[in-house]
């Protein structure tokens, strides 16, 4: 047994994020940590890798009890944690981010240092180029330089917080077969993911957190994805996606030769064209930052057009868009308004909900009740502050917002980013019953197997430019990847 937790608690201010959790986890294994959003993975985490310090109980590494008062004494502990965004500098090399912080002699000898770099990438199968830089390397390149760099402190117990959310099925496969590979070498692993098959078919062992507390730990060969979801959120959770046959309308939007730039104005949409129907889910594959985000704001005519055009069917009356933004806290809320606020942010100057410059309350606390009883909105009061929502809830705000007044074209940026199982088969029954209502959706997501259970038709977006528009039903994930990660064009 490599490290035991025992009695865990962690108390910010009257909110109980960790309680009393107890598990262990063998030298060798990879263990799985699942639970929704909130339920305090990332605080148990934090206080692992030393963060945080908990309130009560301990924690043992081989039967020795330890306090890890810091990140530092952590590394030192042999406690290595690799995060979902990435710590790297973009500008330095791979050896300057793996030995930053960590050399202190003044007749560094880099040379040396790369050499050792490369032996220690051949050695885990790691395969790198110690020379290049972070800004020059694809996203699953980066994360090996970031698993290297624990393995350079020699870290025996490596924490990896969503691993897979932003790589490409290719890379996912690479970088399990990275993780099994350091288990056999006797490294111990913790492996945090929303994804249920993925922790199955990696993991040893897997433990379950409910709302701060263990619920269950098991071995991931006696459990199914199904049981998981259900221990995560308590209750039955549906994980299919059903969706109703597709039955094209007419041509709400169509667009022709577009060109965009991004904030640094260099090219980011590259020459699109498609056209979306009533009645369809157009999904857009691709690893995150190839011009998914400019394509959105184009479309929801918040960015300038360099080139080409968008065209809305004139002859839908009431034109109307809905636009779920990447990120609920930055663009999608006002955190410190409450709910009901933020349910009005684009019609408050629309009757009912204000009269003669008046804002009227008693409309717009209505309006509020019943978005959060047909959204599931969960909480004590429409008055309460968004900022008190978990992500899943402030979501559902979001959704309730821009889906409100029927709209003709949707377009949804990430819409299940970070959420959990339960949340995110919300968001998808919302956004089918806009399909089967006749709404035009492109639906962009870096989580592949959504984009396929969702879409129509699927667009895979390859640095800015669209390679290639399949049919969802009969388009594979191989192909999709490979296309993503820009192989060769689909004849």
């Known amino acids: 047994m490599y490290l035991r937790l025992e009695n865990i608690s962690k108390c910010f201010n009257s909110f109980v994020a960790n309680d009393n959790i107890s598990f262990s986890v063998d030298a060798g294994k990879i263990h799985g940590i699942l639970g929704e959003n909130g339920a305090g993975k990332t605080t148990l985490m934090n206080i692992i890798s030393g963060l945080y310090q908990p309130d009560s109980g301990k924690i043992y590494l081989e039967d020795k009890p330890v306090k890890i008062t810091s990140p530092n004494a952590a590394i030192k502990l042999g406690i290595g944690m690799i995060y979902q965004h990435f710590m790297l500098v973009p500008k330095l090399t791979v050896t300057e981010n793996i030995i930053l912080g960590r050399e202190n002699s003044w007749s560094l000898n880099l040379e040396e240092k790369q050499q050792e770099i490369a032996a220690l990438s051949q050695a885990y199968g790691l395969e790198i180029n110690p020379t290049d830089k972070i800004e020059n390397l694809p996203v699953g390149t980066q994360q090996r330089v970031e698993i290297i760099k624990v393995l350079y402190r020699q870290a025996q117990l490596l924490i990896l917080d969503e691993p897979t959310a932003v790589l490409t099925p290719t890379e996912v ?43 269950a730990t098991t071995t ?100 109307k868009i809905g636009y779920i933004p990447e990120n609920r806290q930055k663009m999608g809320l006002v955190l410190q308004f409450s709910i009901a606020q933020n349910l009005i942010l684009n019609t408050f100057k629309n009757l009912p909900f204000c009269r003669t410059f008046l804002l009227q309350p008693s409309a717009i606390k ?83 197997e959504e984009v396929m259970a ?15 528009i399949l049919d969802a039903q009969t388009a594979t994930i191989e192909e999709i990847g490979l296309l993503m990660a820009g192989g060769t064009r689909r004849g």
């Not at 690479?174 to 993911?193: D, H, P, V, Y």
């Not at 821009?402 to 980013?417: H, K, S, V, Y």
């Not at 969702?454 to 290639?468: K, L, P, T």
């Open 220 to 319: 991931a060969k006696e459990v199914t994805s199904q049981q998981l979801a259900e221990l995560m959120v308590g209750r039955e959770v549906v994980l299919q996606v059903n969706k109703s046959a597709f039955v094209p309308g007419k041509v709400i939007v169509s667009v022709q030769n577009l060109s965009v730039v991004n904030d640094r104005n260099i090219p980011a949409i590259r020459n699109v064209s498609f056209e979306l129907r009533a009645g369809e889910i157009l999904g857009i594959a691709g690893v995150d930052g190839n011009g998914q985000r400019e394509l959105a704001d184009a479309m929801a005519g918040l960015k300038t057009i360099n080139k080409g055009k968008i065209e809305l069917n004139n002859s839908c009356t009431h034109q």
């Open 366 to 448: 209505n309006h509020a009740q019943v978005a959060m009883q047909e959204f599931d909105i969960r909480a004590t009061g429409e008055d309460i502050k968004v900022s008190q929502l978990s992500g899943g809830n402030q979501q559902k705000v979001v959704l309730a917002r821009e889906l409100a007044g029927e709209p003709n074209l949707i377009i949804a940026m990430q819409p299940t980013r970070g959420l959990d199982v339960g949340a995110t088969s919300a968001v998808h029954s919302q956004l089918l019953a806009q399909r089967d209502r006749g709404a035009a959706i492109l639906y962009i997501s870096t989580e592949l």
């Open 173 to 215: 496969k690479l970088l399990i077969n990275i993780l099994r590979q350091l288990a056999a070498a006797g490294k111990t692993i913790i492996f945090i993911s929303h994804k249920l098959e993925e922790v199955i078919n990696l993991c040893d062992t897997v433990t379950v957190i409910r709302r701060g507390k263990v619920v």
């Open 454 to 468: 969702m879409s129509d038709r699927i667009a895979v977006i390859y640095r800015g430019e669209f390679v290639a």
